[in-house]
């Protein structure tokens, strides 16, 4: 089945570090695909989304561009603040199939 | 906008007790699920629901039922609580299955 894989963490960087989580995933057809972010203590909220190949999605700073050919969605921020430390979920969808998430990945900002 | 609300964002049982989650959404979307989190094992679906009156299990089914009576609510219930369903969890809604979930704050449940 379609599956979506997230690099470990924990992720730490210092404020304004330029920041890459890595998503990458196996489907059969053409799926969309979303970041979503989860703050402390909080349900996780859609950060960005892509639904064809070569989108780019963006928000808050934060961009994704769907990759077909590598079947990736690596997540990227050119500068970090300590207001971005969350729990970042890559996860796709297709036709009339419920979204799959990644594992997830924490990151920490440190000032 | 309250979106999606989940209550009781908080609850301790002993093993063996009853309870029942409740979740909520303002949308009028038809489609919510219930989900949950366990340190590093990201996100499970429970069982969801495509309609009023509809449900079908997830991934991790066992221990849980479920019911869709209306269609802006979708609870949840432990009839046998266990210490591994010690867990937080998640209720979200969609407006088709293949959209962008709306997701609640959580229910931190604890089960002694």
């Known amino acids: 089945g379609d599956s979506v894989t997230q690099m470990e963490g924990p992720v730490t960087l210092s404020e304004e570090a330029f920041l890459t989580i890595n998503c990458t995933y196996t489907?059969?057809?053409?799926?969309?695909l979303f970041w979503y972010v989860q703050y402390p203590g909080e349900g996780l909220q859609l950060l960005l989304k892509a639904t064809k190949a070569d989108d780019k999605g963006s928000n808050k700073g934060f961009e994704a561009t769907y990759r077909k050919e590598t079947t990736s969605f690596h997540l990227e921020k050119g500068s970090v603040q300590v207001s971005d430390s969350a729990v970042y979920f890559c996860?796709?969808?297709?036709?009339?199939?419920?979204?799959?998430f990644g594992q997830g990945t924490r990151l920490t900002i440190n000032p | 906008n309250a979106g999606v609300t989940q209550t009781p964002k908080f609850r301790v049982l002993k093993t063996g007790q009853s309870m029942t989650l409740l979740c909520a959404q303002d949308?009028?979307?038809?489609?919510m699920y219930w989900y949950r989190q366990d340190p590093g094992m990201g996100l499970r679906l429970i069982h969801y629901?495509?309609?009023?009156?509809?449900?079908a299990k997830g991934e991790v089914p066992d221990g849980y039922n479920v019911s869709r009576l209306k269609k802006q609510n979708f609870l949840l219930g432990l009839e046998s609580a266990a210490p591994s369903q010690t867990s937080v969890y998640f209720c979200?809604?969609?407006?088709?299955?293949?959209?962008?979930?709306?997701f609640g704050d959580g229910t931190r449940l604890s089960i002694l």
């Open positions: 949308m009028n979307h038809e489609y």
């Open positions: 629901s495509v309609g009023e009156g509809t449900t």
């Open positions: 489907a059969t057809g053409y799926p969309s």
């Open positions: 979200a809604s969609s407006y088709l299955l293949n959209q962008p979930q709306h």
């Open positions: 996860a796709l969808t297709q036709g009339a199939q419920k979204l799959v």
